[in-house]
């Protein structure tokens, strides 16, 4: 299966695509999980991404298209493949369309993940990270047990840096501007699947599977 999830920051598409990346055996590749893996190994690419990224705006196509093209390349994404957060920008999804004809093995569907505008703040604004295990969790839908610190191991939870009230209202106006018009993109190449992502995690893993049905492997 060889897929793209979009949708607004915290339509949940992270969540689905671990369930879905699971079900079928495939990586699921997050542009934005990758620049926080090298944010806190310190890497030269995590100190450019840092301060895109804390601002809520996006890293330049240039890094992020060539980051993606490395990761498509690597053994585990040939049977296929998830995509989360990327592309997020029409170049993004045009050199994302060349280098996959190059290797004969195109996009089979685009999810766009739907869900009205106050939701995702509030999703958004009440998520909470382990740094130390990388659970997560929600102050209202998915709360630790333990309060403050994670349940799994202990560590006091952290809020993500662009999950602050001024970077998230940065992140919606850039999905607006920036990544919508992707919806249209791959609507005219007739790849486009709406999904209602308003429901619950469990309602919206079983209307997503239903679209993806045509092309799992399993
Ligand atoms: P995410 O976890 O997908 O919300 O991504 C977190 C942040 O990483 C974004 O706000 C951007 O700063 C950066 N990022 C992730 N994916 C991309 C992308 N495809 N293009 C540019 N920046 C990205």
């Given at each position: 299966m060889r897929l793209v999830l979009v949708g607004?920051?915290?339509?949940?598409k992270g969540t689905q695509a671990a369930f879905i990346a699971s079900a079928e055996s495939i990586p699921k590749i997050s542009t934005g999980d990758i620049f926080r893996a090298n944010v806190s190994e310190g890497t030269e690419l995590g100190k450019l991404a840092k301060q895109y990224m804390d601002a809520g705006d996006l890293v330049p196509d240039s890094v992020t298209v060539e980051m993606v093209r490395n990761r498509l390349a690597e053994e585990d994404a040939v049977r296929g493949f998830l995509l989360d957060?990327?592309?997020?920008t029409v170049p993004q999804a045009e050199e994302l369309g060349a280098a996959l004809q190059a290797t004969k093995r195109p996009l089979q569907r685009v999810v766009n993940f739907q869900v009205p505008r106050a939701d995702v703040i509030r999703r958004l604004s009440g998520r909470r990270s382990c740094p130390k295990c990388q659970a997560t969790f929600h102050v209202e839908f998915a709360p630790s047990k333990k309060g403050n610190a994670?349940?799994?191991?202990g560590e006091m939870l952290v809020q993500r840096s662009d999950d602050k009230p001024e970077a998230i209202e940065t992140r919606l106006k850039v999905y607006e501007e920036q990544t919508a018009p992707l919806i249209q993109y791959y609507a005219h190449k007739r790849l486009l699947s709406e999904l209602?992502?308003?429901?619950s995690m469990d309602e919206v893993f079983e209307a997503l599977f239903g679209v993806l049905a045509p092309y799992s492997a399993i």
């Open positions: 607004p920051p915290g339509a949940g957060g990327f592309p997020r994670c349940d799994r191991c209602d992502a308003s429901g």
